[in-house]
């Protein structure tokens, strides 16, 4: 038998110490070390035997669809059985909303669903639905409940296909001295419905907040357990939600769902390729439209840019929705390649609708922007940038290159700048003009412009 050893784990991060802390190290919480044992189950544990692969049958993973287009394909073409799903994002975005409209289209299809509802009180959950115009859902039940042992009996009491956890940060077990959302709780809890969905072969959504500061414990230590996470987020200011695969053991994760949360609920968005663009032929400096891959889907964003001259000591420089250290190797090239001078500017840049471009393929965009916003004028209109720039100022191939200038074409986009060798895009329909260098492009561009980039 293993010697019992006594940890003390923070209980905002999950910090393991071997003596009592009063400062977290980690994340600087106060007074957040508890003790724990290392034996001390926050698991369950079922002995396995080990099985042929031949043996395995994989059609115990049969999926249903829950009818909502948008989550289907983000789950990798619906709910398995058995899966564990963890919905992250901010409070307020929209988790409560999409989960109730789960539960009442699962429920339309006679499966039974149990929503425990731990931190609303069922008034609340109620007012929602009238809001989202959910009747007749029969097999559809509710418990306000945050007690383990409690939900525990209510399980057996309706014998749910489907639970939904809102939210597991609320859940804690009583026979255990540890405080709401803390790690001992919010894995005591997870394990609790996973072992519950793996025995019975029945899906869990557990719901989980995240802050932008990350300083509520819970979906970070949750996604190695589940099998499934996905992110629900989005701009405030806009009505656009973005739900995004982070982890799939059933599928891939490149897909994302799109919706519209307006005054009558959470719609689906199946044709989204130019939500995100105002207008194809609006052309203002700093503007660029960028055709981006999301899985198989092709969405056209617009890449807008501000380069002006700075009164602080330190420039800014402030990337909304786009990878940092990709904007900042993007504008040393600029700076290197191209003479320009950013040391004394200022640098904003911004994506449309709060969606988020982590590709290279952008690069080019990116690129074409600050030129454009440094010079003070517009690129040409009805034309998309494609192209990964490498350290050099060589503009280098990117995949999806046909996908992204098909849906470009779609869309009444008239031409594209793209790298050299670009495959298979002579059949789709626009006019291609291949730049290999980042010098190149400086010239062809801008309406009228010459290659005067150093002045
Ligand atoms: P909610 O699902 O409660 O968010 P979460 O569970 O992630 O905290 O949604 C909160 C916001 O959504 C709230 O500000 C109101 C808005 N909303 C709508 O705009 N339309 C609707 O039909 C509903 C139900 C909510
Ligand atoms: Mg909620």
């Known amino acids: 038998m293993t010697k019992e050893k006594k940890i003390f784990v923070c209980q905002e991060c999950g910090h393991i110490s071997v003596r009592w802390l009063g400062k977290c190290p980690s994340?600087?919480?106060?007074?957040?070390?508890?003790?724990?044992?290392?034996?001390?189950?926050?698991?369950?544990?079922?002995?396995?035997?080990?099985?042929?692969?031949?043996e395995i049958k994989s059609s115990d993973n049969i999926r249903v669809s829950t009818t909502i287009g948008e989550l289907d394909r983000t789950l990798g073409g619906g709910l398995v059985g058995g899966a564990v799903v963890l919905l992250s994002g901010e409070p307020g975005i929209g988790k409560s909303t999409l989960v109730l409209l789960v539960s009442a289209r699962l429920s339309g299809q006679g499966k039974k669903v149990l929503y425990i509802s731990a931190e609303e009180s069922l008034q609340q959950v109620s007012m929602r639905a009238e809001r989202l115009g959910i009747k007749n859902a029969g097999t559809?039940?509710?418990?306000?409940?945050?007690?383990?042992?409690?939900?525990?009996?209510a399980l057996e009491s309706v014998m749910p296909d489907t639970v939904i956890v809102d939210s597991v940060q609320m859940i804690y077990d009583s026979e255990f001295d540890y405080p709401f959302g803390s790690v001992f709780q919010v894995k005591r809890a997870a394990q609790f419905f996973i072992e519950w969905a793996k025995k019975g072969n029945h899906s869990v959504f557990l719901i989980g907040?995240?802050?932008?500061?990350?300083?509520?414990?819970?979906?970070?230590?949750?996604?190695?357990?589940?099998?499934?996470?996905?992110?629900?987020?989005?701009?405030?200011?806009?009505?656009?939600?973005?739900?995004?695969?982070?982890?799939?053991?059933?599928?891939?994760?490149?897909?994302?769902?799109?919706?519209?949360?307006?005054?009558?609920?959470?719609?689906?968005?199946p044709d989204s390729s130019r939500l995100f663009v105002s207008s194809i032929s609006a052309a203002h400096p700093g503007l660029?439209?960028?055709?981006?891959?999301?899985?198989?889907?092709?969405?056209?964003?617009?890449?807008?840019?501000?380069?002006?001259?700075?009164?602080?000591?330190?420039?800014?420089?402030?990337?909304?929705?786009?990878?940092?250290?990709?904007?900042?190797?993007?504008?040393?090239?600029?700076?290197?390649?191209?003479?320009?001078?950013?040391?004394?500017?200022?640098?904003?840049?911004?994506?449309?609708?709060?969606?988020?471009?982590?590709?290279?393929?952008?690069?080019?965009a990116i690129a074409v922007a600050s030129i454009s916003s440094y010079r003070d004028v517009s690129c040409l209109p009805e034309t998309v940038f494609i192209g990964e720039i490498a350290l050099t100022g060589e503009i280098r191939p990117v995949q999806h290159i046909a996908t992204r200038l098909k849906e470009a074409a779609r869309l009444g986009f008239k031409q594209a700048f793209v790298p050299p060798g670009s495959e298979g895009v002579s059949s789709s329909g626009i006019k291609t003009v291949e730049v290999g260098w980042l010098g190149d492009i400086a010239g062809l561009a801008f309406k009228g412009a010459k290659d005067d980039i150093h002045r």
């Not at 414990?217 to 995004?244: C, M, Q, T, W």
């Not at 899985?295 to 000591?313: C, K, N, P």
């Not at 993007?330 to 609708?353: H, I, P, T």
């Open 140 to 153: 559809l039940f509710f418990v306000p409940e945050n007690e383990l042992k409690t939900i525990g009996e």
């Open 209 to 269: 907040h995240i802050t932008k500061e990350g300083s509520i414990a819970g979906p970070k230590i949750l996604e190695h357990l589940v099998d499934v996470v996905l992110y629900f987020e989005g701009d405030r200011l806009s009505n656009l939600r973005i739900l995004r695969g982070m982890k799939n053991r059933f599928g891939s994760t490149d897909e994302i769902g799109v919706f519209k949360m307006d005054s009558s609920g959470l719609v689906e968005v």
């Open 27 to 54: 994340c600087g919480a106060w007074n957040s070390f508890y003790e724990e044992r290392t034996n001390q189950a926050t698991t369950f544990h079922e002995k396995q035997k080990p099985h042929l692969i031949s």
């Open 288 to 364: 660029v439209i960028f055709p981006a891959q999301e899985g198989r889907r092709t969405i056209l964003v617009e890449i807008q840019s501000l380069i002006t001259t700075s009164y602080l000591g330190v420039p800014r420089r402030t990337f909304t929705g786009l990878d940092y250290n990709r904007v900042n190797l993007v504008l040393a090239v600029l700076e290197k390649k191209l003479r320009m001078n950013l040391a004394s500017r200022d640098v904003y840049f911004n994506v449309s609708g709060g969606l988020r471009i982590t590709e290279s393929a952008a690069d080019l």
